[in-house]
């Protein structure tokens, strides 16, 4: 069964600043509000929420399918994802325009400031589940991406009967009370993190309970507090893992969706996949870029049982990944 990805595939052009946001911003002038930082340190990796879903996904041996469009710019990316065991044969390239791009600053704080360029993006309503061996997708998540394309996402995949993970993140702000209400409603999961999911209210009007009643499950990421996982029938509670060190939070989030999903669509009860989630989060913030992080099989096992009492269900499924 599949994995399908559908998101934004972008460049990141990633900066450091070595100090805090909130020096530069006087609350009571937010309707004047101009800064300007100097950053430390800029780099430019490949990104995107689907690219880096994908990618992820690919370390735990899964080969999930990537819905998504990319530029004149991005051969290579493409190319590399599948020699990494990305299924990239639904990847639309529009030879005219340049791929998405996301400018990111993060201040010591982890605190961001982002502008993204759509692209080439633009044009990922053109990529369609229809259009693909839709009743052997188990899991589809419908991320980050062009606005009308996920609305249309939403649809398709309730039209189909796709369990979908909706995950709205950067583009709440720019949808309805009535698109945000009907995304979440029918999802097989909810997930954003504590701010998101605060800005979802807020638009909206639901309560965490009445959420709980449209979504089958809702998970809430809040960094080192850790990642409640709200089901039918109760809440789980899973910790964040002791970091080696920060190096960029970017690309954590994609990775933790990573690891739940690959955990879910193999069997794994929601607080073995939430902790698969939860670790590989941990490794892409230890590292710099958000498709920079390696691991074997053997050395991810190891650092779960460092952290976690590792069910038979997990061992299992180690197991089978090292088989592949």
Wanted: a negative charge.
């Amino acid at each position: 069964m599949t994995i399908a990805v559908t998101g934004s595939m972008a460049f990141d052009y990633i900066m450091s600043f070595n100090g805090s946001f909130t020096d530069y911003i006087m609350p009571d002038q937010l309707e004047r509000l101009s800064i300007s930082v100097l950053v430390d340190s800029l780099r430019r990796e490949r990104g995107g929420t689907a690219g880096n879903i994908a990618y992820n996904l690919a370390l735990l041996k899964q080969t999930p399918l990537l819905m998504a469009s990319v530029g004149k710019d991005a051969a290579d990316y493409i190319a590399d994802l599948a020699t990494h065991g990305v299924d990239t044969s639904a990847v639309l390239h529009v030879s005219d325009v340049l791929t998405a791009s996301f400018f990111v600053s993060t201040d010591t704080g982890n605190r961001q400031i982002a502008n993204f360029f759509i692209g080439a993006m633009a044009h990922s309503g053109r990529v369609q589940f229809a259009a693909q061996d839709y009743r052997a997708i188990k899991l589809a998540t419908i991320s980050p991406n062009a606005p009308q394309a996920m609305a249309d996402y939403v649809t398709e995949c309730k039209s189909l009967g796709i369990p979908y993970m909706y995950d709205p993140s950067q583009q709440i702000p720019l949808f309805s009370k009535e698109q945000l209400m009907d995304g979440i409603d029918g999802a097989h999961i909810l997930i954003v993190n504590d701010y998101e999911f605060e800005l979802i209210k807020q638009r909206t009007e639901l309560t965490l309970d009445r959420m709980r009643q449209m979504a089958e499950v809702i998970i809430i990421t809040k960094g080192e507090h850790g990642s409640p996982i709200y089901t039918a029938e109760r809440q789980i509670d899973i910790p964040a893992i002791a970091l080696e060190e920060v190096a960029d939070p970017t690309g954590a989030g994609d990775a933790y969706r990573a690891g739940l999903m690959a955990g879910l669509v193999n069997g794994l009860a929601w607080a073995d996949a939430g902790r698969l989630g939860t670790l590989t989060a941990t490794y892409a913030i230890e590292a710099h870029g958000t498709q920079t992080h390696h691991y074997s099989v053997d050395e991810f096992a190891a650092r779960y049982a460092e952290n976690f009492d590792p069910t038979p269900d997990v061992l299992a499924f180690f197991e089978a990944l090292n088989e592949k």
